[in-house]
């Protein structure tokens, strides 16, 4: 069993404010989630964790906003809501991409790519669950490309939102270890 390190805590803490700045006003789609999956690649060494801390980060703010700030008189606690498994699925996505880019470092070129690209894969799996739970376009390619277009607008919020907060996580933790050595990645010695 690994023994407690703070590293790990500060990882954590960080993925959870992030995920929770959520609450705090916004533009549309500037969002901290598709950076949260890639930070958790990137300094989690083991792929389930990396995987599974932002997963309940966004799940908890999720709740959060969908049970207090969104919430509506009387409103039946809600623990899920509609394209949620696209979205959960697209951040699980970002991870594995994040994962497999990250074993070769966490360099600026890594990130920026890392950072760039999450914001196309969160959109081609959440608008393409959009398409796919049917309702608001036909079920055609024509339909298809209708949801895309008419998403296109979004976008922007989310590309920005992914370099904002890429520089917030990334360069703050990268700062951060430099000044405060229990943050520095322990390196095993070989026997």
Known sequence: MDRFSWRGAVIITLILVAAFSRII????????????????????????????????????????????????????????????????????????????????GTGFWHIATASLSAGLIFFVVSNFGVWASG?????????????????????????LGDIFYAVLLFGGFHLAQKKIPQLQEKTRAST
């Open 25 to 104: 006003p916004h533009p549309p789609n500037f969002s901290p989630l598709n950076t949260i999956a890639l930070f958790g690649a990137a300094y989690f060494p083991r792929p389930f964790v990396a995987i599974a801390v932002p997963l309940a980060a966004t799940w908890l703010s999720d709740l959060f906003l969908n049970n207090v700030t969104y919430a509506q008189a009387n409103q039946p606690f809600v623990w899920g809501y509609p394209g949620m498994l696209w979205q959960y699925a697209a951040y699980v996505l970002i991870a594995a991409w994040g994962l497999w880019l990250f074993r070769r």
């Open 135 to 159: 309702g608001l376009y036909p079920q055609t390619i024509s339909g298809l490309i209708a949801c895309y277009v008419a998403a296109l607008p979004f976008y922007q919020g989310t590309l």
